[in-house]
């Protein structure tokens, strides 16, 4: 808690992120937080990533199991290295930077929790990923 820096936290990889940024990572986390609460049971944890203090851009704990969590690290990390400013719709991106498995997979989140918000009725977020 609190702002004080330790020398640990100055040698970690932070950098300030943009408003965009921030609300996309939002958005993903939201996204892979659905997925997982309805298609996996068993052990999870809390999120958490190394280059983003997690609780500056969502205060709600996600609970993810082992995949999800690799999922959305590798999803936050591809937007965090996202080369283009503004950033395109990622489908009609000619970077592609999400390859194999990791591909078929966001998709799948994509179209799940996208289904599962216009069921309950929260088209604000959809419509923010969507634009
Ligand atoms: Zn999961």
């Given at each position: 808690m609190g702002y004080a820096q330790t020398q640990g936290e100055v040698s970690m990889k932070r950098r300030a992120i943009s408003k965009k940024e921030r609300s996309d990572i939002r958005t993903l986390m939201k996204f892979v937080g659905i997925f997982c609460m309805e298609n996996h049971d068993g052990e999870k944890v809390p999120f958490s990533f190394k280059m983003l203090d997690i609780k500056e851009i969502e205060k709600a704990e996600i609970p993810l199991c082992q995949d999800c969590t690799r999922l959305l690290s590798y999803g936050l990390t591809m937007r965090l290295k996202?080369?283009?400013?503004?950033?395109?719709?990622c489908k009609k991106?000619?970077?592609?930077c999400y390859h194999g498995e990791y591909k078929a997979k966001i998709r799948e989140v994509m179209k799940f929790s996208g289904m599962y918000m216009i069921k309950h009725g929260r088209l604000d977020m959809l419509y923010h990923y969507l634009r």
């Open positions: 996202c080369p283009h400013d503004p950033k395109p719709m991106c000619e970077t592609q």
